[in-house]
């Protein structure tokens, strides 16, 4: 059995109204280093076979909006 992170994160272009929260939040409890936050999420998939090209296919056509976020797969390939 193999296991594949699928991790998956907004354009660059877009506003993430999430990370600027958690940024404002962590500079309000003094860590004033903070100057940006961006949120994202990380998917685990365990599979039973790893075959080329098939996590890249799942992350086109469910596990990421193309339109606005991007992904990076690590595990497999």
């Known amino acids: 059995m193999a296991t594949v992170r699928v991790f998956v ?3 660059p272009s877009l506003l993430d109204s999430a990370g600027r929260t958690v940024a404002d939040a962590l500079q309000g409890l003094g860590f004033d280093e903070v100057q ?3 949120i994202g999420k990380v998917i685990e998939l365990e599979l039973s076979d790893v075959r080329p090209g098939r996590v890249e296919e799942m992350a086109k056509k469910l596990l990421a909006n193309s339109v ?3 992904y990076r797969i690590e595990g497999a390939e």
């Open 9 to 11: 994160t907004l354009k």
């Open 36 to 38: 940006n936050a961006r």
């Open 68 to 70: 606005i976020e991007n």
